[in-house]
């Protein structure tokens, strides 16, 4: 929220002075709270170690000790422990029946009023009027949102009106690098199919 606003206030025609008092929220030390640790909530949580946050995760499957262990991540059984102790709650699931619509009004509500949901899977994980209110009552101090539903939202949604939430394009892996390596990947997995070979990105295992 503070570097989009930042931005505005850099570059606006009217800006005379920047205000000293004008303060955002430290990353280091706080806690970090990953809904989803699968290969990319791991990664996640590997970039979170270097700014020192203490790392809570949820997920259906608890990770191996040693993989805790190295990123010194602590497993919440329940997802609500997991909400009520984070300073910034990731959610890095994939969408299935179970998880739309995972964050709901209930659990915005046991948020802390100072933490920030991220949200890098998919829009319908959260129940986009709930976030509404729960920005607009300050429930929460705010959200970053890469993906939507639908994308792009309608011109009027109320989520565009809002100055407590930073939303993206759907541009997570949008770089000329990852594009590549996708293709590859891509190209890699239909040879193996063509040559009777084992998949190596097969979706759902036999």
């Not at 607009?136 to 989520?159: C, F, M, S, W």
Request: aromatic content about 4%; glycine content about 6%; charged content about 20%.
């Amino acid at each position: 929220m503070y570097l989009h606003s930042g931005c505005q206030i850099a570059v606006s025609p009217d800006t005379k002075h920047f205000a000293v008092d004008w303060l955002g929220v430290e990353v280091t030390r706080a806690t970090l709270g990953i809904i989803g640790m699968g290969s990319i909530g791991y990664k996640v949580a590997q970039r979170a170690r270097a700014f020192n946050m203490r790392i809570l995760y949820h997920n259906r499957n608890r990770r191996r000790k040693e993989e805790e262990e190295a990123v010194g991540a602590h497993y919440c059984e329940k997802m609500e422990d997991l909400l009520r102790q984070s300073d910034f709650v990731m959610l890095v699931v994939n969408l299935t029946p179970e998880t739309q619509k995972l964050i709901g009004k209930k659990e915005l509500g046991l948020m802390k009023p100072t933490a920030t949901l991220i949200n890098i899977s998919r829009g319908a994980v959260i129940d986009q009027d709930a976030l509404v209110e729960a920005l607009q009552n300050k429930v929460i101090r705010g959200a970053a949102l890469d993906v939507t539903y639908p994308e792009p939202l309608p011109r009027d949604h109320p989520l565009l009106k809002l100055n407590n939430i930073i939303i993206t394009p759907h541009i997570g892996t949008a770089t000329v690098q990852a594009m590549h390596m996708m293709a590859e990947e891509a190209i890699a997995n239909m040879l193996a199919v063509l040559h009777g070979q084992p998949i190596p990105s097969e979706v759902f295992p036999k």
